[in-house]
T-cell receptor
Framework: EDKVVQSPLSLVVHEGDTVTLNCSYE??????LLWYKQEKKAPTFLFML????IEKKSGRLSSILDKKELFSILNITATQTGDSAVYLC??????????FGKGTKLTVNP | NAGVTQTPKFQVLKTGQSMTLQCAQD?????MSWYRQDPGMGLRLIHY???????DQGEVPNGYNVSRSTTEDFPLRLLSAAPSQTSVYFC??????????????FGAGSRLTVL
């Protein structure tokens, strides 16, 4: 059965800090790993990763995948209070299903 | 394009009542799915469909039925609601896998309370 484990489950930092969120997975016939951000509504898409070692970047957010070690990290530099959210990691394997982890709740204090 | 539309946004039921959560998308997406989200549990897949007439179970299908008679609509039915089904429900869809995109588009969510 496909499995996604995110760590930490919760994180509290101060504005300006850099954070690293972790996602490890077990999946049959890996196809892609996705990161979503969820504030008090529906999740919004951040990144999709399919190849090892290629960093995806959007402003202060970046992510990279390691298919050999079966994990991904999401980095946020110079955090702002607007980064406070739940960050969700999901993987798709050989089936059509997208399986999510439990999420990391990030709180950025001013 | 309205994207993915879910109704109702909020619903309160009594134990044993039935109801249907509606989901419609206007993006011609073949894949549609229902998730439930509980505190600290992330998103758990209930049922999904890869096209009209085809449905399959996810991680937590018990107590829920689905059907997919058209590409646009994917309703989720609770035949006899239980307090354990109190949750926020999200419908999500995406293009066919061969289109090269696995990115789900989510509806706004439906908050269901079962008393």
């Amino acid at each position: 059965e496909d499995k996604v484990v995110q760590s930490p489950l919760s994180l509290v930092v101060h504005e300006g800090d850099t954070v690293t969120l972790n996602c490890s997975y077990e999946v049959t016939n890996f196809r892609s790993l996705l990161w979503y951000k969820q504030e008090k509504k529906a999740p919004t898409f951040l990144f999709m990763l399919t190849s090892s070692g290629i960093e995806k970047k959007s402003g202060r957010l970046s992510s990279i995948l390691d298919k050999k070690e079966l994990f991904s990290i999401l980095n946020i530099t110079a955090t702002q209070t607007g980064d406070s959210a739940v960050y969700l990691c999901a993987v798709q394997g050989g089936s059509e299903k997208l399986v999510f982890g439990k999420g990391t709740k990030l709180t950025v204090n001013p | 394009n309205a994207g993915v539309t879910q109704t109702p946004k909020f619903q309160v039921l009594k134990t044993g009542q039935s109801m249907t959560l509606q989901c419609a998308q206007d993006m011609n997406h073949e894949y549609m799915s229902w998730y439930r989200q509980d505190p600290g549990m992330g998103l758990r897949l209930i049922h999904y469909s890869v096209g009209a007439g085809i449905t399959d179970q996810g991680e937590v299908p018990n107590g829920y039925n689905v059907s997919r008679s058209t590409t646009e609509d994917f309703p989720l039915r609770l035949l006899s609601a239980a307090p354990s089904q109190t949750s926020v429900y999200f419908c999500a869809s995406r293009p066919p896998r061969q289109a090269g995109a696995n990115v789900l588009t989510f509806g706004a969510g439906s908050r269901l309370t079962v008393l």
